[in-house]
Nanobody, 117 residues
Framework: VQLVESGGGLVQAGESLRLSCVAS????????MAWFRQTPGDRAYVAGV???????DYAPSVEGRFTISRDNAKNTVYLQMSNLKPEDTAVYYC????????????WGQGTQVTVSS
């Protein structure tokens, strides 16, 4: 399965971005999805997750600012990021799993988000 992230860029603090992740898997709707983010020298941390039933949950640091949505017809999951902060600067990856917390090794190339102060 291939996951292709896009939508990153350089923005100023307070601005918004929407990331997209397109999956090659036709049974996309059966999978839980997650957005991870990683800064240099650190591991990837979960920013938010979506169950196959579209129930979402977020890391406390992004709660209220990030929203995950999915379009199963397009095999796409989105991460709408609002009120961005410099500490949100990271490479963002999506991944899939049979259930939340059990992620497959289907990492894409990621998309860089840089937030300037």
């Amino acid at each position: 399965v291939q996951l292709v992230e896009s939508g990153g860029g350089l923005v100023q603090a307070g601005e918004s971005l929407r990331l997209s992740c397109v999956a090659s898997e036709r049974t996309f709707n059966n999978y839980a999805m997650a957005w991870f983010r990683q800064t240099p020298g650190d591991r990837a941390y979960v920013a938010g997750v979506s169950s196959s039933g579209a129930t979402t949950d977020y890391a406390p640091s992004v709660e209220g600012r990030f929203t995950i949505s999915r379009d199963n017809a397009k095999n796409t999951v989105y991460l709408q990021m609002s009120n961005l902060k410099p500490e949100d600067t990271a490479v963002y990856y999506c991944n899939a799993g049979g259930k939340i917390g059990v992620w497959y090794d289907w990492w894409g190339q990621g998309t860089q988000v840089t937030v300037s102060s």
